[in-house]
């Protein structure tokens, strides 16, 4: 069991930027008529619950516990003094309803009881596990705890809000692992690796700059994006004195915050409480925050808190042979389609909102799920707050047998209503395959990757100047509207971008180096969508070439804050960069209709030129029309420009404000972006 273990770990670090292995094409906006069963689905007969109460149901007089189990013989609730010594207490015999519902009824105030079920089935008793639905647990996951959540509230909760966001297109990512901003010893930061380092203000680096909280505050990002922070388990919360790094794509229990990131894992409530002081300091800094969720795979399979109660039930299975099927190249799949499942997700995304006020959810390897889900998922968030954010991987790490018809792919994008997704079009089109790390991209020299970045500042909607037959791997539109689009160049996955450039170009100086990483988040954060920035990059973030470190030491994942220092003319730049995005809305259009009444490409018969104008105060924008060009190639090139003069915004990477002019035409400096503008 260890062995394959570590066997399903090492496959969740591999898999996660893979492009789908079936793409349903088609132009069809219509979604399939949705069937009783999407897929292959044995346990059609089981009873479906409607309540919204399973799982622990607190009050000081009387706690109800609830668990759903059609297949069980018997269930019993064992009640501990402790997360995970030998001190049972207590062992009840749950009543079962129609509804394939188990319920035990305790009375009295059992405030800090740790809990477990456990299911008899086909004569067999199986392991002790908390209920899917726990909202508290003890060390490691292993046990439930009955709490109070209103003794979990930091001071000021209740009055907690996030900054206003009108529009999805207005939101600026980035993506962030809880360690790395904290673990490094420069960092400042005293809380290394936990929620509480999210909390700390005013801390700074050996140079006197601003690090964690304040510094992204400092960039203008508006979201910050958590990579998985649910429970999850291959970290062993028992021995924290031990260092232990994982992404956390191994889910245990999704209703609860990651316990190696608290200051205390053995007691249920100190995790809660930490994930909320950080929820509300970010809120106070002007963040948003959205959660990396992982809802297509468990960690464990038949170990799963899923498989212990109802067998089988929460995973796909394929009809030849009944094995269970893995799109997740993880050990398993989840089954979105089956109604218990589709109903855990709409409930465990709506109760990270309302407990924990998440602003966002980005959904790992998406398109293991069905349209219909994420539907629903969406639905059930806007109508708590329409300006949360959902967007996810478009694609599958392997075959399914969910029909692509019905998958949450890319490709399917426009048949969704409210779900953004990643665009691996303008990622690779700038830098390159992240599949081939010597591959270049339009930002490193590459010259047949034009047609992919003009994909890419559009959207990936509808343009009549673009030739799609061009585009690397999409031949077609997939977004109804702009925010329906995550455009990025690096992530976690795979190599940060410096490093990427610098094994793909190993013959360029480091300033041409610094140039290339420029030009490519300049087309990012000027381009149609919603920009997505990897933490670190706008430092020349470096994990020393390793591609894939999922359980990497820190020493390789850490964000090292003297970085900042080296290269503060990058961070600066960066900086100036997304205020430029956020104070002109022209770069923000939220409709299609926009997009393509104001938008045009301008004449460029250049495989490495790309030039295009933001028309008649595009979006109210205060400036009336805008041009942006951007010269992939190691030479000059010259642009064209329409009639009249033009001030010149951002000239070969320097803001000029005002000072300068140009009409006729303008030469675009090598490997740069130019910006100019007619008032």
Not at 34 to 41: D, E, T
Not at 200 to 225: F, L, P, R
Not at 311 to 322: I, L
Not at 606 to 629: C, E, G, M, R
């Amino acid at each position: 069991m260890k062995t394959r273990m570590i066997l399903l770990i090492l496959l969740s670090g591999i898999f996660f930027n893979v492009k789908p292995t079936v793409s349903a094409q088609g132009t069809d906006t219509e979604k399939p008529a949705i069937a009783a069963s999407l897929a292959y689905n044995p346990y059609q007969n089981y009873p479906v619950y409607n309540g919204n109460d399973l799982g622990v149901n607190y009050s000081k007089s009387e706690t109800i516990l609830k668990v759903w189990s059609p297949p069980a013989q018997e269930m019993k609730l064992k009640l501990y003094k402790t997360s995970s010594g030998n001190d049972m207490t207590e062992e009840i015999s749950c009543q079962k309803d129609a509804n394939g519902v188990w319920t035990a009824r305790l009375k009295g105030d059992r405030k800090s009881c740790y809990y477990v079920f456990q299911a008899k089935i086909d004569g067999k008793w199986n392991n002790e596990v908390p209920d899917p639905y726990a909202k508290a647990v003890g060390v490691n996951g292993k046990r439930g705890q009955i709490i109070d959540m209103d003794e979990t509230n930091p001071s000021g909760w209740k009055s907690d809000r996030p900054p206003v966001l009108k529009n999805h297109t207005d939101a600026v990512l980035y993506e962030l692992h809880i360690r790395d901003l904290s673990m490094a010893p420069n960092s400042g930061i005293k809380n290394k690796g936990k929620f509480l380092g999210l909390t700390e203000t005013g801390t700074k680096n050996n140079q006197g700059q601003s690090t964690g909280v304040d510094h992204i505050a400092e960039m203008g990002v508006t979201h910050v994006h958590l990579l998985p922070s649910f429970d999850f388990c291959s970290v062993d919360e028992s021995k924290l004195n031990v260092p232990q790094f994982n992404w956390g794509y191994d889910p245990q229990n999704y209703n609860v915050p990651e316990g190696s990131y608290s200051t205390n894992p053995e007691d249920g409530k100190v995790r809660i409480l930490e994930f909320k002081e950080m929820v509300q300091t970010l809120h106070q800094k002007g963040l948003r925050v959205v959660m990396d969720v992982v809802y297509n795979h468990t960690g464990w399979t038949h170990n799963s808190n899923f498989d212990q109660l109802v067998p089988g039930y929460y995973y796909r299975q394929w009809e030849k042979d009944g094995t269970y099927s893995n799109a997740s190249a993880c050990g398993n799949e989840t089954a979105s389609d089956r109604a218990m499942f589709r109903k855990f997700i709409v409930e465990s995304v709506t109760y990270w909102v309302r407990e924990y006020h998440v602003d966002g959810f980005r959904f790992d390897l998406m398109a293991i799920h069905d349209m219909e889900t994420m539907d629903q998922v969406v639905a059930a968030l806007h109508a708590i707050d329409p300006s949360i954010i959902v967007y996810g991987e478009g694609w599958t790490a392997g075959d399914s047998p969910l029909p692509s018809t019905y998958r949450a792919l890319k490709m399917n994008a426009k048949k969704m209503n409210g779900v953004a997704v990643f665009s691996d079009d303008i990622r690779d089109g700038i830098k390159g395959s992240v599949f081939d790390g010597k591959s270049t991209g339009f930002a490193s020299g590459s010259n047949g990757m034009a047609e992919s970045v003009k994909f890419g500042i559009v959207a990936a909607g509808e343009h009549p100047q673009i030739d799609y037959s061009k585009v690397n791997y999409s031949k077609e539109a997939y977004t109804k509207n702009p925010d329906e689009a995550i455009n990025y160049v690096s992530c976690h996955d795979n190599n940060t971008l410096y490093d990427k450039l610098k094994i793909s170009r190993p013959d360029a100086s480091e300033k041409d180096i610094i140039r290339m990483d420029k030009l490519a988040n300049t087309i990012v954060l000027t381009s149609q969508g919603i920009p997505f920035l990897h933490a670190g990059v706008e430092m020349k973030r470096t994990k020393g070439g390793v591609d894939n470190s999922f359980n990497k030491p820190d020493s390789v994942n850490q964000i090292n804050w003297d970085w900042k220092y080296e290269n503060r003319e990058l961070v600066d730049y960066y900086k100036d960069l997304i205020a430029l995005r956020k104070a002109h809305p022209a770069f923000r259009m939220p409709t299609q209709d926009m997009v393509m009444k104001n938008l045009v490409f301008l004449p460029a018969n250049d495989p490495q030129l790309v030039a295009y104008q933001l028309k008649d105060h595009a979006n109210k924008d205060n400036w009336d029309q805008i041009i942006v060009a951007f010269n992939g190639s190691d030479q000059e090139k010259n642009v064209i420009l329409p009639n009249g003069v033009w001030k010149i915004a951002l000239q070969n990477y320097q803001f000029l404000h005002d000072t300068k002019t140009c009409s006729a035409s303008v030469s675009i400096a090598p490997c740069s972006a130019m910006i100019m503008y007619q008032e």
